[in-house]
T-cell receptor, first 111, second 121 residues
């Protein structure tokens, strides 16, 4: 079965610092999604990557998908308290199959 | 705007009671609905796959007699937590199958139910 390994499990960074979260799949992905969430609340869509080598940016967040489409990273530049939350990656394996989620990374940004 | 609605958004119930969660697809027909749950500090885990007109399929470790899923129409899937216990307290969310979505394949939050926070006392 498809599994997603997400690391680190938690991260505490000082405001203004950069950080990276990784997501690795055991199989080639059709699509890789990044979300932000607070527990008990809905998911906030950040970005979707579908092509090998693809990179997307939105404000201070950049996500990349490797050429093999098995590994993705989410990079936050100059972190702010508003970036705090749980970041989840989700794997889409094509067709009518369920999204598989990574275990999440809990990010705290301290002043 | 959102194309999947979920109701209720939160519910508190007594132990032993049953709770029904409804997930509706708006403006499109969902032949498949995936149900997930999320315990505190954990990720979203697939519970079961709901298929219109047929029995749901459950993931390993999920009790089908406890979590009753009904997908009687192409726009409504329901999850009933029967005889709820405190350990069933969780965040439940529905997501329609990829093939059902009316617009380009993208699991943005439009295609997620907003979730139901269940607390069992």
């Amino acid at each position: 079965s498809q599994e997603l390994e997400q690391s680190p499990q938690s991260l505490i960074v000082q405001e203004g610092k950069n950080l990276t979260i990784n997501c690795t799949s055991s199989k080639t992905l059709y699509g890789l999604y990044w979300y932000k969430q607070k527990y008990g609340e809905g998911l906030i869509f950040l970005m979707m990557l579908q092509k090998g080598g693809e990179e997307k940016s939105h404000e201070k967040i950049t996500a990349k998908l490797d050429e093999k489409k098995q590994q993705s990273s989410l990079h936050i530049t100059a972190s702010q308290p508003s970036h705090a939350g749980i970041y989840l990656c989700g794997a889409d394996m094509r067709g009518n199959t369920p999204l598989v989620f990574g275990k999440g990374t809990r990010l705290s940004v301290i002043a | 705007g959102a194309v999947v609605s979920q109701h209720p958004s939160w519910v508190i119930c007594k132990s032993g009671t049953s709770v029904k969660i409804e997930c509706r697809s708006l403006d499109f027909q969902a032949t498949t609905m995936f149900w997930y749950r999320q315990f505190p500090k954990q990720s979203l885990m697939l519970m079961a796959t709901s298929n219109e007109g047929s029995k749901a399929t459950y993931e390993q470790g999920v009790e089908k007699d406890k979590f009753l899923i009904n997908h009687a129409s192409l726009t409504l899937s329901t999850l009933t937590v029967t005889s709820a216990h405190p350990e069933d307290s969780s965040f439940y969310i529905c997501i329609p199958g990829l093939a059902d979505k009316p617009t380009p394949s993208s699991y943005n939050e439009q295609f997620f139910g907003p979730g139901t926070r269940l607390t069992v006392l």
